[in-house]
């Protein structure tokens, strides 16, 4: 039992973390808005240069063979940043499923793929609008019987309008030719059920931590009375409670992350206990956050909403806190699992 | 990274569960808040001690096993599964223990720390005055040298298993001039001293777990002075860091609550909305939560850190989990939540728990102080 990071994976975490502080800035990420193209090719190089984009390839494929545990803390970072690419998509859903994706899918898609160079968009019922279509070389469309490819220019699309700006997603008007397969679909859509709740779970909470480090400078700069309102205990509570709910979900993401790379039996639990644990972390930090900056938090100059609108996002998408809830009902009820101590781990 | 357990801590729980299994009483004990239900709690401390499991986590050299957290987590998890007596020393053990070890002469730990491993010293807190709650250094009991020893006035209140314990260690004022966290000394006083009145206060179910203590010229030998004259604050702050740290409440306890509310929601489904699940649902979310971050805690503590004011963080947690568990189970229960005598849905248990939860948001030091532990400490907000 040895529950702590390796020295690779905080180096990881750390190089992530430093080049996303420089080149992810909330400034950068309004400029996209503005342009209405927040999808940054240079941004999108620069991660392939680094490495992030095949990172978690194996090494024949290109890839650094990085695990989930690794990926996750990553995946936190780019949240904590609101990395506007699909990173994490393109990493946790698209490689991490290639090896389980039916052979005439997978070929398909290295074709198009370049080593991981070129995004691939993914639908599912769960999240089942495709982000940032127009810059990929194609999609993965799971529905309820069989996963398809189809690749980009194989489809007529067009952008539909998100919340959160930094989202280009789009809506599949018609395909033209497909690639499908229900070869291990069940396998197959529970693999990207999982890895999709995690992932929006890492994602979370870096969100959430954001959040809560912007309230906390906000407030202790804000002057009311004669003093910063930080030094109120009402509003010191607040933001307390958020760093509890954060410190509590973080490792269950790590648990769900080390669960997947050991094709642990109950991945799928863990996995959406993450997301069940992040989500309400991520919503709390949302409604606090906004209540510390107080009225200029409901405003659209401060960079407070940039989070929290990806944050309403990523609650909503890969199963919300109520579907995982309800995940996590039957799998505790349905089978010979047992609850309380001693089936932790 | 490393998220399973060894071989070697497998075999360890496996010789946990066997003694357990043949020492556990076979009928519950009486409350360890009666008289008779105490001395029962005390006869467990003793068979603790005859397997030598009463201290696991001490060093050998105290007579402890050693354990290392990992393993001290793994006991608990058996000792909770075994529906174990409550640790009427739990103050000597898990607080006052580790702090003599940490700042007692060597006359104090050969003298203290064995009499708490056997059960003879069962140890209350003496912490709160009527004045001096959540705001401690607000103490006013003195201590006077007074050549050999130190004559005591003054007033503890909400002191824990004060109405039946031998001894009790708390802070005095031995300055008589100073203010605040300054002049205070840490003194560990026997509760049989000519002086010394114990007046038992009966809780919110109805029996007396703590006690005011009225102190008038009672004389406490010098060497019952812990660490040096006027260092008091210091030796308590490590005090309760143990406390809120890992060693108050292991996860084990909240995850067997958890475990029978899903039982007890299961049995009784029909009867209830689909809001109930949901709660029943967090509470197995919550636990499980807490028990991964305590083992990475725990991995990381091995690993040479420390805990800090991170144990805040836990605290408000687990407690107002505990109080949402019992909360939850008391509306699955419906018109029974009002039974306090034995039933078949075990009424009783859950809505004793259920006061009990309300106290963990207070002992401790308040959740509010702890939030502004975490705003000042781990945010860096203004004081």
Known sequence: ?345 | MKINFTNEQHAFRDEVRTWLASNVPQRPLLSLDTKEGFEQHRQWERTLNKGNWSMVTWPKEYGGRGLDLIQWLIFEEEYYRAEAPTRVNQNGVFLLGPTLMEFGTHEQKSKFLNAMATGDHIWAQGWSEPGAGSDMAAIRTTAVLEGDHYKINGQKTWSSRASYADWTFGLFRTDLNSERHRGLSFILVPLNLPGITVRPIPQLDGEPGFAEIYFDDVEVPIENLLGGDGEGWKIAMATAGFERGLMLRSPARFQQTAAKLLKLYLAKQDQCSPMIQAKVVEAWAQSESYTLSIYHTASKMLAGGSIGSESSLGKIFWSELDHMMHQTALKILGASAELSQESRDDAAKWIKGFMFSYAGPIYAGTNEIQKNIIAERLLGLPR
């Not at chain 1, 495709?130 to 990929?136: A, D, G, T």
């Not at chain 1, 804000?222 to 307390?240: D, E, N």
């Open chain 1, 1 to 345: 039992m040895n529950f702590i990071f390796t020295e690779d994976q905080i180096q990881f975490k750390d190089a992530i973390k430093s080049f996303l502080t420089d080149e992810c800035t909330p400034k950068s990420i309004r400029e996209g808005w503005e342009a209405k193209q927040s999808f940054n090719s240079d941004r999108w190089q620069s991660l392939l240069e680094l490495g992030v984009l095949n990172s978690n390839l194996p090494e024949d494929k290109g890839g650094l063979g990085m695990d989930q545990v690794t990926l996750a803390l990553m995946v936190e970072e780019m949240g904590y940043a609101g990395l506007p690419e699909p990173v994490a998509e393109q990493t946790f859903l698209i490689n991490d499923l290639m090896p389980l994706l039916p052979s005439s899918i997978s070929q398909a898609i290295e074709e198009n793929y370049d080593a991981g160079a070129k995004y691939i968009s993914i639908a599912h019922p769960l999240a089942p609008n495709p982000l940032f279509i127009n810059n990929s070389a194609g999609l993965i469309l799971f529905d309820s019987s069989e996963c398809k490819f189809i690749a980009k220019d194989d489809m007529d699309f067009e952008i539909i309008s998100s919340n959160d700006p930094s989202r280009e997603i789009f809506k599949i008007n018609s395909m033209k030719s497909t690639i499908s397969s229900p070869e291990n679909f069940e396998e197959l859509n529970s693999a990207v059920s999982a890895r999709g709740a995690l992932m929006t779970a890492a994602l979370l909470i870096g969100l959430a931590q954001k959040m809560l480090d912007l309230s906390s400078v906000y407030v202790g700069d804000r002057t009311q009375f004669g003093k910063p309102i930080g030094s109120f205990q009402a509003v010191k509570h607040m933001l307390a409670d958020v760093a509890v709910r954060i410190e509590f979900a973080k490792p269950a993401v790590y648990r769900a992350a080390y669960s997947l790379s050991e094709n642990n039996p109950k991945s799928a639990l863990h996995c959406a206990h993450a997301k069940f644990m992040c989500a309400q972390a991520a919503e709390l930090a949302c409604k606090n956050s906004l209540q510390a900056h107080g009225a200029m938090g409901y405003t659209w100059e401060m960079d407070l909403h940039i989070y929290m609108r990806k944050a309403w996002s990523m609650m909503a998408c890969w199963g919300n806190e109520d579907k995982q809830q309800d995940i996590i009902f039957k799998t505790l009820t349905s089978s010979s699992e047992e609850l309380g101590v001693l089936y932790t781990f």
